[in-house]
């Protein structure tokens, strides 16, 4: 079983925390053939140049050995990498910073952490290589398309304080969206359902039958012509809520590549020029660890924006 995130014990590599593989019962002539064989998605040739360049560690902190023996049990730890990765046209901000606290804005089409081609890139790393703080871990998440205020927790010990905050719903969370104007809708509402991945595109989430597990207040902001820029409020936060949500009231927000279909699957090559315009604009919350009302609003921008 392979296990990603932050090893305590092990030195950050270029901003990128080390990823740990245990090894299984079984046989392998060598480390070499076990990660080849155990990660095929890297080619053997690449491991063995990561192993010389002393990539790959042992639980010692020492090199691993291309040739070295395995057994089960053991643990090898590894800095994740890709070759030629796709270079984002707007890099990460730091907001806000104190003993406790990072509060960054995120561009469109970055994601929070390593994900797919995207390493170095990422929001995290960048904010490690940024700020050096090796312990950085994201406190919740955003989608990858979507803009807008990601919070970290700088000291590993204190972030399920914060963590509770999300999971207690004790955070106030402010979104904007530029979808078309609807003069049918009765809005400001409320709307609530029960959301569920869908078997049919694994990337993606829809609405189904049962309890509700989903809230989001919806309000508009302005409207110019056949387009109005909104306010969403999410009181939960499901995987791509906000997009599922207005997609249902028949609004989907523009640029949205998933929702009502699929127009750019997760591996395709992005169109930096057609963001989806969701932004995660502010966020509200009494601090755990210092007692201080905390609010933090977004300096990124929609193509639609309203002075409020």
């Avoid at 933090?296 to 924006?305: D, I, K, N, Y």
Wanted: hydrophobic letters at 40%; aromatic letters at 8%; one cysteine or more.
């Amino acid at each position: 079983m392979t296990r990603s995130g932050r090893v305590a014990q092990m030195p950050v590599h270029e901003g990128v925390s080390a990823s740990v593989v245990s090894v299984p019962a079984g046989h392998w002539p060598s480390l070499l053939d076990f990660l080849a064989q155990r990660m095929p998605g890297i080619p053997r040739d690449e491991w063995a140049q990561r192993l010389s360049q002393g990539l790959v560690l042992q639980e010692s902190g020492q090199s691993a050995q291309v040739d070295q023996a395995c057994q089960a049990g053991q643990r090898f730890f590894y800095y994740r990498n890709v070759a030629d990765e796709p270079r984002l046209p707007v890099q990460a901000a730091v907001l806000f910073e104190d003993d406790h606290l990072l509060v960054a804005d995120k561009p469109h089409f970055m994601p929070v952490t390593p994900s797919g081609p995207y390493v170095q890139q990422c929001l995290l790393v960048q904010l490690k290589r940024l700020t050096g703080h090796a312990d950085l871990v994201p406190l919740h998440r955003i989608d990858r398309e979507t803009a807008g205020l990601v919070l970290f927790g700088k000291r590993l010990h204190e972030r399920d304080a914060y963590h509770a905050l999300f999971r207690d719903h004790q955070i106030h969370k402010r979104y904007h969206a530029v979808a078309a104007h609807c003069a049918n809708l009765a809005l400001p509402s409320v709307h609530t359902s029960r959301l569920a991945e869908d078997p049919a595109h694994f990337f993606k989430m829809r609405e189904v039958p049962g309890e509700a597990n989903s809230e989001t207040s919806i309000a508009v902001l302005h409207q110019e012509g056949q387009r109005a820029l909104y306010q969403l409020e999410p009181v939960t936060g499901k995987r791509h809520q906000l997009r599922v949500h207005m997609n249902a009231l028949g609004i989907p927000i523009e640029g949205d590549q998933f929702y009502p279909h699929v127009l750019r699957g997760p591996d395709e090559a992005e169109d930096f020029k057609r963001p989806l315009q969701l932004l995660a604009q502010a966020v509200a919350f009494t601090d755990p660890l210092t007692g201080e009302h905390r609010k933090f609003e977004s300096r990124l921008q929609l193509s639609m924006t309203h002075k409020l």
